[in-house]
């Protein structure tokens, strides 16, 4: 079946620092992709999504590119800031009817001042 | 737009007790779905819907039933609280097409003593 693997985390980085966290698949045929994120206290945001192969996502100084050689989407962000504290989730929703999306475990991102 | 409800934020059981947790929609979506999030182990599917009156198990719906008797609302029901049950409980909706986003709600936690 489809799964998402994404690197363990706490990730801890200082201001202004640069960000990737890896995120990696498996599935048949060609899914979306996509990275959500979750403040503390509240529901999962999409932060950014690319629905075909070598599509670009961004949003908010992130981005992650869809690579289906490698069946990867890492997330990417140059500088970050302390209110980009946060867990992060990459997911899949797969070619089917069913339209459920599989998540990794999540990466928790702390930004020190 | 109201988005995504839930309805309630928190919740205490004693094992045994039953209760339903609300999810309502008003973008009109056909797609609504049950998660739980427990620690280390991203989200995870209970049960999902793609239309009124039509429903299916997720990878965990032992425990939880549901119906989806309008567009707007999707209640999941604890038949017999279990400790096991305790976690965050996220309801999501989103239109059918591949590659929509899915819009989560705030949320419930559960605690079953």
């Known amino acids: 079946g489809d799964s998402v693997t994404q690197m363990e985390g706490p990730v801890t980085l200082s201001e202004e620092a640069f960000l990737t966290i890896n995120c990696t698949y498996t599935?048949?045929?060609?899914?979306?992709l996509f990275w959500y994120v979750q403040y503390p206290g509240e529901g999962l945001q999409l932060l950014l999504k690319a629905t075909k192969a070598d599509d670009k996502g961004s949003n908010k100084g992130f981005e992650a590119t869809y690579r289906k050689e490698t069946t990867s989407f890492h997330l990417e962000k140059g500088s970050v800031q302390v209110s980009d504290s946060a867990v992060y989730f990459c997911?899949?929703?797969?070619?089917?009817?069913?339209?459920?999306?599989?998540f990794g475990s999540g990466t928790r991102l702390q930004v020190q001042p | 737009n109201a988005g995504v409800t839930q309805t309630p934020k928190f919740q205490v059981l004693k094992t045994g007790q039953s209760m339903t947790l609300q999810c309502a929609q008003d973008m009109n979506h056909e797609y609504m779905s049950w998660y739980r999030q427990d620690p280390g182990m991203g989200l995870r599917l209970i049960h999902y819907?793609?239309?009124?009156?039509?429903?299916d198990q997720g990878e965990v719906p032992n425990g939880y039933n549901v119906s989806r008797s309008t567009t707007e609302d999707f209640p999941l029901r604890l038949l017999s609280a279990a400790p096991s049950q305790t976690s965050v409980y996220f309801c999501?909706?989103?239109?059918?097409?591949?590659?929509?986003?899915?819009?989560f709600g705030p949320g419930t936690r559960l605690l079953v003593l």
């Open positions: 999501a909706s989103s239109h059918m097409d591949r590659g929509e986003t899915q819009y």
């Open positions: 599935a048949t045929g060609y899914p979306s």
């Open positions: 997911a899949l929703s797969g070619t089917g009817g069913r339209r459920a999306l599989t």
């Open positions: 819907s793609v239309g009124a009156g039509i429903t």
